[in-house]
């Protein structure tokens, strides 16, 4: 990832230390697997990536999952899972268009503090349920999903969002760029460095990962879980939020199907790029990486001259291999420890 | 700061007086008390279940106490979590080190208290030094930048000691941290015990190894049931002493057996061995013979059993039931020959919380009331019945939930499932632990009846009067090996206590 040369004795320099560190990362691997899609698609049909149109989809494409990637692998950290966060942005994104065709003249500003604040505050419904009824996360969820949705339904009725609707400049976000790059790009890149910085240098941040590592030595540690498994709750329901205003406008046509399914997608991008669904493990590039890969292998598979069908089938085999190969090395490696331990005796 | 403590040395760090607790019925602690001084190293000692794990979780702030005195240095204290107690300053080292294994070493120590700059950015740099300092300091050699997972016990036991020096905490409890270390290992700890007692630290370790109270410690308190008996300057008494203190206690209030003839070897156990976990156990159990498996908690008691009836596999060995070898790691042949386990934890391994009681007793023998491979209402109703009222399971009715009946229902109704499967050999995990002292009797009844009828019965149990006072013969472990095997005459309170703790037959 960066450019610095492997020293010659592998020892305790910081340079060395991170070439090691990117060398043995759980994220390298899947970054190498997009790189070679993306290869492999470009040397079949070089407008893949070389056409203007080819390189602004590879990175606008997956911009909106990777902000509910985010969120999702921010809460699979700490030992929970979020099915909510396509209902989530189905109803901000709807509730968008509605504040620009309600409320004539609406500062665009207003309207991306309202979906963020709207996502946030299922986020914490979402959280105060698990945290406090004590009922897994994953059923707790799959209720939100059905009932955010359902207000939707209810909301939007057979309405829909057209793009002539919204304001043009709210339209431009969703397909402008910024020195070449798509501005969603740049915005969940941000959102992506953010969330990366937190979690690595916060103790708050460092606190998920303990909780999701083992939840009763976290009470022991006198750590407050309850407050920490809600405000990951939230920031995932934010993110949504976020993402369903950027639906709107990179989309311009919003029904009450918006977002469907798109959960499970996050959760895929999260546990492809590394993200222990039980917790501890992970970091949201590896997220983020995972659902650029999710989302280009997509892409990439009718140039390779692969069935509609077996796209789907793909995925699949890209979840299922990764956690086997997560679960292989998690075995190996306790192995050699056991056997390390033993000879030591 | 140590010199601050030193100037006061006769202050207490620590009282505890007359505290009491209890769980529902079951009362833990009666009346438990204890003294610890700066720059002393005490002792708590006492069986399985006397209560010092409560005191100690009074003292960390896991359990509240319902009433008695707390106070620390000379003030009244009343913690309701943990990070109140380390707040003020008290370490608390379990005997199963609780951390993180994702995480790494360096984060174990500081989580939660991570030094940061001005903006709260975690300063790793700083962390990572200091964490290199305590370990030089303990004179250790462990990377503070590997991950916790696969650290042998010994090495996170450093981590928590790192924590608590981290801490700079003033009192330091030690729950068992030796029982699962070498020898070399002991001695690093005993050296870092001491170095904090000359810091000017009180120190409270708890251990079942009397060579180790007596190497380490200069004040010994002793607890039985749940009441502080003795509080000894370690200089005046002896391990003869301490173990006379342990365990004088009256057994007759326990249901007496019941005499019953003894027949043919029905289970044969030979050279069974299993890396790391237990090893060389051989054994025989007849037919309406009660042998007790005694031991201290984590001896390997329930690994061996468990390995019996096939739940675990065991590396080698053989097990032979009714003569013929039984295979490995097959709990369901071991069933159908006629082996039977109730295991330990009866809310996780015996039972079906939410299912009814019917259901739960009818469990496991499924397959036989059922019809063209259905289950009819009708047969499996008749069989919990038989059962609940040859138990006597006091409950509302059979389709009551059985989470909801007490723990010695509970216990006869997993009974009743294991009994429903016409065992000849049973196998029971400390079958009264947790039950009042009314149901434990109707228990040990029960037990002691099915002997009679000729059920061959291993009962694995941690309280002492229990097995002294139902079993036929003793059979004592230690550390994953056999250390004693003695007859019900022989089986004295202080034997059997030697064999468990045993240091007068040297390791290896």
């Known amino acids: 990832m960066t450019a610095v040369v492997p020293s010659p004795t592998p020892g305790t320099s910081a340079a060395s230390r991170l070439v090691r560190h990117v060398a043995t990362a759980r994220e390298t691997g899947i970054l190498l697997a997009l790189v070679l899609v993306v290869v492999v698609a470009t040397v079949r049909n070089p407008a893949f990536l070389f056409s203007s149109d080819g390189f602004r989809d590879l990175l606008l494409t997956p911009s909106l999952l990777l902000l509910l990637a985010i969120g999702q692998a921010i809460v699979i950290i700490t030992r929970n899972v979020d099915l909510s966060v396509g209902s989530v942005l189905g109803l901000t994104a709807y509730l968008t268009g509605r504040l620009f065709i309600d409320v004539p003249g609406i500062p665009m500003i207003a309207v991306f503090l309202g979906g963020i604040a709207a996502g946030a505050l299922l986020g914490l419904i979402n959280g105060a349920l698990v945290a406090f009824a004590r009922v897994p996360a994953l059923v707790i969820t799959l209720g939100t999903l059905y009932i955010y949705r359902g207000v939707n339904v209810a909301w939007a009725g057979s309405d829909r969002i057209n793009a002539s609707d919204l304001p043009p400049d709210f339209r431009g976000l969703g397909t402008g760029q910024l020195l070449g790059i798509p501005i969603l790009t740049i915005i969940a890149v941000v959102v992506l460095v953010v969330a990366a910085w937190y979690l690595r240098n916060l103790r708050s941040g460092r606190e998920l990962y303990a909780i999701g590592s083992d939840p009763a030595a976290a009470h022991l540690y006198g750590l407050n879980v309850t407050r920490r498994v809600i405000a990951a709750f939230v920031v995932s329901g934010a993110l949504a939020g976020l993402g369903g205003v950027l639906f709107a406008a990179r989309y311009g046509t919003v029904s009450s199907g918006a977002g469907v399914g798109w959960e499970l997608q996050a959760i895929a991008a999260a546990v492809i790029g590394g993200v222990a669904i039980s917790g501890g493990v992970g970091t949201v590039w590896g997220a983020a990486i995972g659902a650029y890969l999710l989302l280009t292998i997509n892409r990439a598979l009718p140039i390779l001259g692969i069935d509609d069908f077996w796209q789907r089938a793909v995925v699949g085999v890209l979840i299922l291999g990764s956690i086997v190969l997560d679960r292989v090395l998690a075995v190996r490696q306790s192995r050699r420890l056991i056997a390390q331990r033993e000879i030591g005796r | ?508």
Not at chain 2, 60 to 85: I, K
Not at chain 2, 372 to 389: H, I, K, M, T, Y
Not at chain 2, 432 to 454: F, M, N, P, Y
Request: hydrophobic share 45%.
């Open chain 2, 1 to 508: 700061m140590p010199d601050a403590i030193n100037t006061d040395a006769t202050a207490p760090a620590l009282e505890l007086h007359r505290v009491v607790k209890s769980f529902g019925p079951v009362v833990a602690l009666r009346s438990g008390s204890l003294t610890l001084y700066p720059g002393s190293i005490h002792a708590l000692i006492g069986e399985n279940g006397a209560g010092k794990s409560t005191l100690v979780k009074i003292i960390a702030g896991l359990y509240h106490r319902d009433s008695g005195d707390f106070r620390l240095r000379g003030e009244s204290v009343d913690f309701s979590s943990t990070s109140q107690s380390k707040g003020a300053g008290i370490a608390v080292i379990y005997q199963e080190p609780t951390l993180f294994p994702d995480l790494s070493v360096t984060e174990n120590i500081f989580m939660g208290r991570q030094p940061t700059n001005g903006i709260g950015r975690i300063d790793r740099r700083a962390m990572r030094q200091e964490a290199q300092q305590i370990f030089s300091r303990l004179g250790v050699s462990l990377d503070p930048e590997r991950i916790t997972e696969g650290l042998s016990i010994a090495d996170q036991q450093i981590i928590e000691i790192a924590k608590a020096i981290s801490l700079d905490a003033s009192v330091l409890i030690m729950d068992e941290p030796t029982a699962a270390l070498s020898g070399v290992e002991v001695e690093r700890l005993f050296a870092v015990a001491r170095s904090l007692r000359d810091e000017g630290r009180a120190l409270l370790f708890i251990s079942h190894r009397f060579d180790e109270v007596f190497a380490l410690c200069d004040t010994v308190t002793v607890m039985r049931d749940g009441s502080y008996i003795d509080t000894i300057p370690i200089a005046d008494t002896t391990v003869d002493e301490l173990v006379r203190q342990m365990v004088g206690r009256d057994v007759t209030e326990l249901f007496p057996k019941l005499p019953s003839t003894v027949g043919d070897v029905v289970l044969e156990v030979e050279a069974l061995t299993r890396a790391g976990v237990f090893r060389d156990i051989a054994f025989s159990v007849r037919s309406g013979e009660i042998v007790g498996l005694a031991g201290l908690v984590g001896a390997g008691r329930s690994e061996v059993a468990r390995a019996v009836f096939g739940v675990d596999v065991y590396d080698s060995g053989t097990v032979r039931l009714h003569g013929a070898p039984l295979p490995k790691g097959n709990p369901r042949i071991a069933t159908s020959r006629g082996l039977a386990l109730v295991p330990e934890d009866r809310r996780k391994q015996g039972l079906v919380l939410d299912e009814s009681v019917t259901r739960n007793v009818t469990l496991a023998i499924r397959s036989k009331l059922a019809r063209f491979g259905l289950l009819w209402g009708g047969p499996e109703n008749r069989a919990a019945q038989v059962w609940a009222s040859r138990l006597e399971v006091k409950t509302s009715a059979l389709d009551a939930e059985a989470g909801t009946l007490s723990g010695g229902n509970q216990q006869k109704v997993v009974l009743g499932k294991w009994l429903a499967t016409e065992p000849t050999v049973l196998i029971v995990d400390e079958p009264t632990r947790g039950i009042d002292v009314g149901t434990k009797a109707e228990v040990h009844r029960l037990l002691s009846e099915l002997a009679q009828q000729g059920l061959a019965i291993i009962m694995i149990s941690s309280e002492l009067p229990e097995v002294l006072g139902m079993a036929d013969r003793v059979l004592v472990m230690r550390e994953g090996r056999l250390t004693g095997e003695f007859t019900r005459e022989e089986a004295t309170p202080e034997a059997v206590m030697f064999a468990a703790t045993a240091d007068a037959e040297a390791t290896i």
